[in-house]
């Protein structure tokens, strides 16, 4: 049996270049079944007919309603939370995520070289550094420090495996029970406090839904313990921009109720150069960089995941829109 006719695939990946994208997409389907759009403005009405599926990042409102027979669209990224509420899309459209060893590998990197710093007090020696001061700090080991890990998906899996490698004291929080887990999950609301107050590194991995929106607050933070080895809880975002309250986080690091923190995403993208957060105390910024898509990784998968889907086969990263994710 031959591969199903895909039809057209537009492809639009936002800000990124898309020379990688269209150039590796050649590799899997031909030249001329691949129509890109820088997402502003779309392909012709004769050519939006033969899209049956997309390829996509974020696009503005409106876009998807060009395409009348679009059957379903691959995130570039890993999150969805920009696609699941958009009102352009037809229910009978699939979402699809993408799950990629490549992505989670940098996601989990990313994750362990922050709980790292923040636990070896990296940033406490580059300052030192900047005043060429030598000034040795005292150390807890690995096993006395206790991470909690929000969202134990793929993510939030991958990272415990390798914080338990270095002998982390590790604990998850998910919406939902885990019971085949090697370390303890806490599951809903109603252990969240206990999870929280066992997390003196609190990573955030969480899909962003409306349950989970600027859940990283003022409220919670307060919930952290100010007691632990680390001296003051750290919090690390790897999520989205809308999991924390940013007025919050602001504050909790001014005060000291959070003693540091490492953040990769935030609601306005670019951050603004005059925004606060960039001279907050004691934090890392990174540029959305956490994850970043490689076309050369993804697309292959995605084809596969297109071909599947076109032939009729249930797929296990299909998105759940009432979920979110």
């Known amino acids: 049996m031959g591969k199903p006719d895909l039809g057209k695939i537009v492809l639009t990946v936002g800000d990124w270049s898309p020379d990688g994208w269209i150039a590796h997409l050649e590799h899997h389907v031909p030249r001329e079944d691949v129509i890109f759009s820088d997402g502003m403005t779309p392909p012709a009405p004769e050519i939006c007919e033969q899209v049956k599926y997309a ?13 009348p027979n679009l059957k379903a669209i691959l995130s570039t990224g890993a ?21 990629d060893p490549d992505l989670t590998g940098r996601v989990t990197a990313w994750t362990v070289m922050n709980v790292i710093a923040h636990h070896r007090q990296a940033l406490a020696y ?44 590790l604990a ?84 000291g109720v ?11 993208e670019p951050l603004p150069c005059d925004h606060p957060l960039w001279t907050a105390p004691n934090i890392l910024i990174t540029p959305h960089t956490a994850g970043m898509s490689a076309p050369e990784s993804l697309l ?6 297109l071909i599947a889907y076109a032939s009729g086969q249930t797929l296990d990263n299909l998105v759940d829109r009432q979920a979110g994710y």
């Open 258 to 268: 959070l003693k540091g923190a490492s953040i990769d995403v935030f609601h306005q």
């Open 126 to 169: 580059l300052d030192a550094q900047r005043r060429s001061e030598w000034k040795p700090l005292p150390q807890t080991s690995a096993p006395d420090v206790r991470v909690g890990i929000m969202g134990f998906g793929e993510l939030g899996q991958s990272v415990a495996a390798v914080l338990d490698l270095l002998g982390y004291d």
């Open 172 to 255: 998850g929080w998910a919406r939902n029970p885990k019971p085949d887990t090697s370390i303890p999950v806490f599951a809903g609301l109603d252990e969240i406090d206990a999870f929280l107050a066992r997390s003196d590194i609190l990573i955030c991995l969480l899909p962003l839904t409306e349950a989970t929106r600027e859940i990283l607050n003022a409220d919670l933070f307060a919930k952290l313990p100010q007691d632990g080895v680390t001296g003051g809880p750290f919090l690390i975002n790897g999520g989205r921009g809308g999991h924390q309250n940013e007025d919050d986080l602001l504050k909790a690091l001014q005060d």
């Open 55 to 67: 390829v996509a990042w974020h696009t503005p409102d409106g876009f998807f309603s060009n395409f």
């Open 300 to 305: 292959g998968r995605m084809v596969e995941n």
């Open 79 to 99: 999150g969805v939370d920009h696609l699941v509420r958009r009102q352009d899309l037809a229910e009978d459209v699939a979402i699809i995520r993408v799950i």
